[in-house]
């Protein structure tokens, strides 16, 4: 396993459905931590780079209803 960060920056907040559908997310196989900074509008989701890719995870996120604005480089 390879465990891979990859952090988005998101527009709207999530409401209630997002957040249930969120929790679907972190369900599939190779998630392995999604995390939110409320304060700075960002995702973090930790997942398995031999099970998935960045833009895997990315669609994800927006199948479950995020509003993903863009791809922020890791600090």
Do not use: H, W
């Amino acid at each position: 396993m390879t465990a891979v960060e990859v952090l988005f920056r998101y527009g709207m907040s999530p409401g209630e459905m997002e957040m249930g559908a969120l929790g679907q997310v972190s369900d599939v196989y190779g998630i392995r931590r999604v995390r939110f900074n409320e304060m700075e509008r960002t995702i973090r989701v930790e997942y398995d780079a031999t099970r998935l890719n960045e833009s895997s995870v990315e669609k994800l996120l927006r199948s479950a209803g995020l509003d993903i604005r863009e791809k922020l480089a890791l600090v």
